[in-house]
């Protein structure tokens, strides 16, 4: 009879541990995308146009442009954003929130915003979380960004358009990555960058992966979705 009972337990356990790994999480990335998903058909509703889709040609069809506008910064838990990344699949679009907690951010939202970093677009190293593991794991493909990757920011106003450059692993508590030129405390900034961090290696917390990017331009809501947009052919 004991052993009946450890055998029923270790089966429950079992089953927990792949709902929280993989069930959960499946489930969870699927909830945010299409939270995601429903931000962008509202703001294409709001401007009385369709649901946008990738334009043809480059990043820089007509319309695009590199002076953005300036957006105000969040509250706690504010979702003022969506971000695409082609590389992490075509449905791949996880809301942006004001800051970085786990309780009012990360796990029910999705990735977050540091606070007092600059705002898409601008001057400054944009700098943002989210889990690599664990509800719905936004940032679980980090490691397979590629050079030239873009990293779309989707507001109501349009499109904030990144190309990914660099990946590096660093100690949790190198906070000059969140600098505004990135790992050089005391230097003024000199670009328009962002910076997306995580947990490494996965299920562990003793260093951070972080991916640097670049911005290369913005593109209004009324000149059409960017190129930037269009599924990655590798």
């Not at 695409?84 to 800051?99: I, Q």
């Not at 794991?137 to 660099?166: C, M, Q, S």
């Amino acid at each position: 009879m004991l052993g009946e009972i450890l055998l029923t337990l270790g089966v429950l356990v079992l089953l927990f541990v792949a709902w929280q790994l993989w069930i959960g999480d499946w489930i969870g990335a699927a909830q945010k995308d299409a939270a995601g998903a429903r931000l962008s058909q509202r703001w294409a509703a709001e401007a009385g146009g369709p649901t946008p889709t990738a334009s043809p040609g480059t990043a820089g069809h007509p319309g695009a442009t590199a002076s953005p506008p300036a957006l105000p910064q969040p509250a706690n838990a504010q979702i003022f954003a969506t971000m695409h990344v082609p590389r992490f699949g075509a449905d791949y679009d996880v809301p942006l929130a004001g800051g970085t907690t786990r309780a009012a951010t990360l796990d029910p939202i999705g990735i977050g915003h540091y606070d007092g970093t600059p705002m898409p677009g601008q001057l400054g190293n944009m700098a943002v979380a989210a889990h690599r593991t664990t509800f719905g794991k936004p940032f679980n493909k980090i490691a397979t960004l590629h050079v030239g990757d873009a990293i779309v920011i989707e507001t109501k106003a349009g499109w904030y358009t990144y190309r990914f450059r660099t990946l590096e692993y660093v100690k949790p508590d190198a906070y000059d990555v969140t600098d505004p030129v990135p790992q050089q405390t005391g230097v003024a900034a000199n670009g328009r960058y962002l910076t997306m961090t995580s947990c490494s290696p996965m299920y562990f917390k003793t260093e951070r992966i972080v991916a640097y990017s670049v911005f290369e331009s913005f593109t209004p809501r009324s000149a059409g979705a960017p190129a930037s947009l269009d599924p990655v052919r590798s």
